[in-house]
């Protein structure tokens, strides 16, 4: 290794100081090596008065982060998953996927009740088109109001009274030490996951031979085939952040099974699907199965999706 100390590129967010600490702490401990945490606004979090799905660019938080690598004025940089579009930038890689936490979508409620036990009219705070249109395919009689900000912003907006319940990623919950106030983790039956959602990403310089050695120290081979699975489902709907699609890759007993779903925005149409196989197939098991879903009418179901929100 040539050199021992090594900028973290990260939003400034609590949870994404979080996982940047994290990251850098094994690091630390396992290699060590000096990390230093350079925080980088992104778009995504300068914009914070629109719906996501309105501002209609991929990348929202992660681009100028990106640049920083690629300006060399970071050597890493640590993401949720979730939020890295399924093309990375020339000269770019995904280095590293760490041990994938809960994928799940939870509900936090004012009342302590479930998703099933929400009374009839009850507002739901949510920014993600997937969220929303799979609560209404579970519960049309349910309202849903747009919520955008940091975990912390969005819960305290709850408490305010503006929403009766708001749904978020058990992830960012479990990680910051705010689990106990979750009411429901909603099973993957109910709600599939984003892609993505429960692992942290770490983004490289391709061909930086100090960073490869580093990534061996976080990397965990179960989440990269899961996570590469859901990626190529996304990659093959040509699906941005902000289209309803979900997935979820499970590795068990060597076998990777992928589910896969498309909806409209209102849930009356949904589509979903899955797919099983070996873990060294994992882009091959996610392109199989966008194709599956593409033949039951996913592709028009997206169309009808991006014409409704451009």
Known sequence: MTKKKFILGTRGSKLALWQSEHVASILQEKAGVEVELKIIKTQGDKILDV?????????????EIETA??????DL???????????IPEG???????????????????????????????????????????????????KIEDVRGNLDTRLRKMDDGLFDAIVLAAAGLDRMGWAEGITERIPSDVMLSAVGQGAI????REGDEDMREL??????PATRAAVTAERALLRELEGGCQIPIGALGV????????????????????????????????????????????????????????????
């Open 92 to 142: 770019l890689t995904l280095g590293a996927f760490l041990k994938r936490v809960d994928p799940r979508d939870v509900l936090i409620s004012k009342s302590g009740q479930g998703l099933d036990a929400l009374p009839a009219g009850s507002v739901i705070g949510t920014s993600s088109l997937r969220r929303i249109a799979q609560i209404l395919h579970r519960r049309p009689d349910l």
């Open 215 to 220: 990534m061996t120290y976080l990397e965990d």
């Open 201 to 204: 990403a770490v983004e490289v």
């Open 251 to 310: 590795l068990e007993d060597g076998v990777l099974k992928l589910d896969g779903m498309v909806a409209g925005l209102d849930g009356s149409r949904l589509i979903r699907d899955s797919i099983t196989g070996a873990p060294e197939e994992a882009d091959e098991l996610g392109v199989r199965l966008a194709d599956k879903l593409k033949k039951q009418g996913a592709d028009e179901i997206l169309a009808e999706v991006r014409a409704e929100i451009t």
């Open 77 to 87: 940089a640590v993401h949720s998953s979730k939020d890295v579009p399924t093309q």
């Open 51 to 63: 719906a996501l799905s309105r501002i209609g660019d991929k990348g929202l938080f992660v681009k």
């Open 69 to 74: 690598l690629l300006e060399c004025e970071a």
